[in-house]
């Protein structure tokens, strides 16, 4: 275990760690986070970059993959590491914008005439600053051809008062249109603290979404899928995207076979409304779309 957390530790936050059952080693939220010497294990097919996050590379921390959209690597930084994380290998020191490239960033979006909608990714974006933020959303609305600004983030879900008023605040005084993706993966990780700092952000217009990821083990379950989505709608969250595991070196154990995951993603389905069936998808290198298996 501790050779699997040499060049990615374990990271969690204490409320996500509250969240466990103690004594429980299968526990659905510890085994997201505890590294295992599974990790080790060299797997054919496994790589560092699974999404071919480095060929979309188009400036500073900018990556260009799909129509329409760029996505911003702003940090490094996660409150929580999730052993399957697609991004555990990827080279932030070379590929994130820092600080002092943010201007240089808007002037390459500026460019990209045809891209409306630009996504904060990371790492967590939310792990920085508001001042920083800030300031990073005041370059961004520079760029008078971006209409809408995403943030894709799972540091509610691990530490929900990071919702402050002064990030609602940045938000709501933006001239964009705003989009949250968290990323929830059991229902076990939907809490009445993550409802309460949740709550202001639809009524000040933020567009609240989920993206999960399909692990073995954890969230494989008929039952344990549906009670996650109907349970993210009573907190005002649309289901997403339910995403095959990317398959990034160090993850396998966690792999789902794409005939189980269509055969549960059929099950859903026939047992949810239209509006709470994510779409069940896998992201192919150099392809201009997420497929739906
Ligand atoms: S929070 Fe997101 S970016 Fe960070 S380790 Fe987890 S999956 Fe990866």
């Not at 996050?53 to 929580?80: E, F, M, N, Q, W």
């Not at 952000?201 to 609240?208: D, H, N, S, W």
């Not at 349970?231 to 990317?246: A, N, T």
């Amino acid at each position: 275990m501790e050779r699997a957390a040499t060049d990615f530790p374990l990271r969690v936050t204490r409320y996500f760690a509250g969240l466990m059952k103690k004594g429980d080693a299968d526990d659905p939220l510890l085994r997201q986070v505890l590294p295992t010497r599974r990790e080790l294990d060299p797997t054919a097919g496994y790589g560092p970059d699974p999404t071919g996050d480095l060929a979309a590379a188009a400036g500073p921390g900018l990556l260009h993959k799909y129509h329409g959209r760029a996505l911003v690597v702003t940090t490094g930084s996660c409150a929580i590491h999730c052993r399957y994380c697609f991004r555990r290998h990827f080279p932030y020191a070379a590929h994130r914008a820092h600080d002092r490239q943010w201007r240089d960033l808007a002037e390459s979006l500026a460019e990209k005439k045809e891209v409306s909608e630009v996504i904060l990714s990371g790492g967590d974006p939310l792990t920085l600053a508001n001042s920083r933020l800030r300031f990073l959303i005041e370059r961004l609305q520079e760029v008078p051809h971006l209409d809408r600004l995403r943030i894709h983030t799972r540091l509610p879900v691990v530490l929900p008062a990071r919702l402050d008023r002064e990030l609602l605040s940045i938000l709501t005084e933006s001239r964009f249109r705003c989009v949250m993706v968290l990323h929830v993966n059991h229902p076990a990780e939907i809490t009445t603290w993550l409802a309460t700092a949740l709550a202001p952000l639809r009524p000040a217009g933020v567009t609240l979404l989920n993206q999960a990821v399909l692990l073995k083990g954890i969230n494989d379950a008929l039952d344990t899928q549906l009670l996650l989505c109907e349970k993210l709608f009573d907190i005002g969250v649309l289901p997403y995207y339910l995403h095959q595991l990317d398959r990034v070196a160090g993850a396998a154990h966690f792999e789902v076979s794409r005939a189980r995951a269509k055969a549960l993603h059929e099950q859903m389905r026939c047992r949810l409304p239209g509006y709470l069936l994510p779409a069940l998808v896998e992201e192919r290198p150099g392809s201009a779309h997420k497929h739906p298996l």
